[in-house]
């Protein structure tokens, strides 16, 4: 049996953790997200199957960006976030189980370097599952993900 969510329309059939982490990507990116990248995390640990972890440029747009992913993963995912948490609004956490969204100011994402204590995660190739091609990278998330800038 699936579940499934009520909307303002009809129901949303939910998405597989991969297809959310895309729904994820892309509503991050539709607000000028920068440094966008998805974990796969299935193989290394139990709390969940992806990471995606972006950055916004200030309070406001971490706020709009998790906004967007949450209407996002509902509308066309099909899932309700389980927690919310927020740090003083340089690091907000969406849990929807098998995705994790993290989304940093460039600051708090450059402390804590949570993409990096995962190294070995597989990485998604955004441009060829989600069709993002212009995601812009800072120097130290494109050589960690070997994007060329």
């Known amino acids: 049996?699936?579940?499934?969510?009520?909307?303002?329309?009809?129901?949303?059939?939910?998405?597989?953790?991969?297809?959310?982490a895309i729904i994820a990507a892309q509503?991050?990116?539709?607000?000028?997200?920068?440094d966008i990248m998805v974990q796969e995390m299935g193989d290394l640990t139990s709390v969940t199957d992806y990471f995606?972890?972006?950055?916004?440029?200030?309070?406001?747009?971490?706020?709009?960006?998790?906004?967007a992913i949450e209407d996002d993963m509902r509308e066309k995912g099909g899932v309700k976030p389980l927690?919310?948490?927020?740090?003083?609004?340089?690091?907000m956490l969406l849990d929807f189980g098998t995705v994790i969204v993290h989304v940093f100011q460039q600051q708090a994402r450059d402390y804590y370097r949570l993409e990096e204590l995962w190294n070995d995660a597989p990485v998604m190739?955004?441009?060829?599952?989600a069709g993002l091609t212009e995601v812009q990278y800072s120097e130290r998330i494109a050589q960690l993900m070997g994007v060329e800038e």
């Open 1 to 20: 049996m699936t579940d499934m969510i009520e909307t303002n329309e009809l129901p949303v059939e939910e998405k597989s953790p991969r297809e959310c």
């Open 27 to 34: 509503a991050a990116d539709e607000k000028k997200a920068t």
């Open 52 to 67: 995606v972890i972006v950055t916004a440029s200030n309070e406001r747009q971490v706020e709009a960006i998790v906004d």
């Open 83 to 91: 927690g919310r948490e927020c740090e003083d609004r340089t690091w």
């Open 125 to 129: 190739d955004l441009a060829k599952e």
